[in-house]
């Protein structure tokens, strides 16, 4: 059974709504009052290695907190008296009508940071009517997550091979996968020196000191890890090929992301293989926006992974105006560092249709299941809320360049 609270309406009239508060185990989640809290309130109760895996960017941290510091270069322009007592954030994209313009990204590894993490996200965006991607490199088995959210997309980390990508292919569609997303800036694995000083290592090594890590986190060490190893037993990456999964404690499980021979060759055979909307995650280029275009993609996610790859990377609200310039019919989807309802609008009226949020969901799971998810969907959304009505707005879809002046 769901371990949740009902979840507040999405749009609409829905001030009431968000009065509503958490209850019963989910007593903390009153103190989580918007997304940076739900982080702030995971912390203490990870291992230090985990919370780490979540949080750090890669090297010195540069390009995460420069994503977070590019929204400040831009001010909104009020409008008032109008009658926006009436307001809706619902957004269409690849004909599928949400209930906000955002979604959780997908993000590997879930289920080791909060139990049965992909499953729960999955369940609150399926009923807050919002899309959950899975990451090819978690735990959850795409069939049985897809079990869970019929709507989910899916995120590959796969090899170019021909007959590997055909059964790929063949895999995701039998599930009933609805979006095909291809991570594309992982083409290495990148030098995440904070995860190797904590421990945190792929494959999972229980050192003296990650062991110490998890034992002075009970909560964590009985509710996620051995819970996981009782009910599921050993983890294994179930995503990245057609068949067979990967130990997460094995020696293969090192660097299994990266492909660094995928190339645009690749993306056009599974554009001929997989029917469905086609999406390219991870581009910062105008250049490659237009090879997506040409390659028959139907939507990109300009997205420097959370500053997670290379820390020189610029942020992608930065590239997002002359990016959508190049898109012309292809859906212009964005994350890394949106935190805010503003944060969201802002990209919206740089000429995205879409954002997609990470860590917050991640914590939430972490913080309380799926009851803390769908706590984190609804203050992204009562923010979204809030904020176009003071921007005299009643529609997301409405947010247009004029909102904006460069700070
Ligand atoms: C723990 C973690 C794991 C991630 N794993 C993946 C992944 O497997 N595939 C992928 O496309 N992106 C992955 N990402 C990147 C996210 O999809 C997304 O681009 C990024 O988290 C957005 O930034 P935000 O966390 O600041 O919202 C991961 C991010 C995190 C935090």
């Known amino acids: 059974m769901a371990d949740h609270a009902p979840a507040p309406a999405l749009s609409g009239r829905s001030d009431q709504a968000y009065g509503r508060m958490p209850h019963g185990r989910h007593r903390l989640l009153k103190h989580a009052l918007n997304l940076d809290d739900i982080q702030r309130l995971a912390n203490p109760r990870l291992p230090h290695a985990v919370y780490g895996y979540v949080a750090n960017g890669v090297e010195a941290g540069v390009a995460r907190d420069h994503n977070r510091t590019s929204f400040q270069g831009w001010r909104m322009v009020t409008r008032v008296l109008r009658d926006v007592s009436e307001r809706s954030q619902a957004t269409t994209l690849f004909g599928r009508r949400y209930a906000a ?208 790859q290379l820390d020189a990377a610029v942020s992608p609200l930065e590239v997002l105006p002359e990016i959508k310039a190049e898109s012309r019919d292809m859906a212009v989807m964005i994350d890394s560092g949106f935190r805010r309802g503003t944060d969201v609008l802002k990209a919206l009226a740089l000429g995205a249709d879409f954002v997609l949020v990470g860590r917050p969901f991640l914590f939430a799971s972490a913080l309380a299941g799926q009851a803390g998810v769908e706590h984190a969907i609804s203050l992204l959304s009562k923010e979204i809320d809030i904020d176009l009505a003071l921007l005299g707005l009643t529609q997301a879809s409405d947010a247009g360049p004029d909102l904006l002046r460069r700070a």
């Open 101 to 308: 313009p955002f979604g959780i990204a997908p993000m590997g590894a879930a289920a080791v940071v909060a139990y049965d993490a992909d499953n729960r996200m999955a369940r609150a965006a399926r009923a807050a009517d919002i899309p959950f991607v899975l990451s090819a490199n978690s735990i959850t088995p795409m069939e049985e997550l897809a079990a869970n959210n019929p709507d989910a997309w899916f995120a590959s980390y796969q090899s170019p091979e021909p007959d590997k990508v055909e059964r790929m292919i063949e895999r995701v569609a039998a599930a009933g996968i609805k979006v095909y997303v291809i991570t594309v800036d992982v083409p290495v694995g990148s030098n995440r020196e904070d995860d190797r000083r904590a421990g945190y290592s792929m494959p999972l090594r229980p050192t003296p000191r990650l062991t110490w890590d998890g034992l002075t986190h009970p909560g964590w060490l009985a509710g996620t890890a051995l819970r996981t190893l009782l009910k599921r037993g050993v983890p294994e990456i179930s995503n990245l090929e057609a068949r067979g999964g990967v130990n997460l404690f094995s020696r293969e499980v090192a660097g299994i992301a990266g492909h660094s021979d995928f190339t645009w060759r690749a993306v056009e055979h599974i554009r001929r293989l997989w029917k469905g909307p086609l999406v390219i995650k991870g581009l910062l280029s105008r250049e490659d926006a237009k090879i997506a275009r040409e390659s028959g993609a139907d939507g990109i996610v300009v997205s420097n992974h959370g500053g997670r």
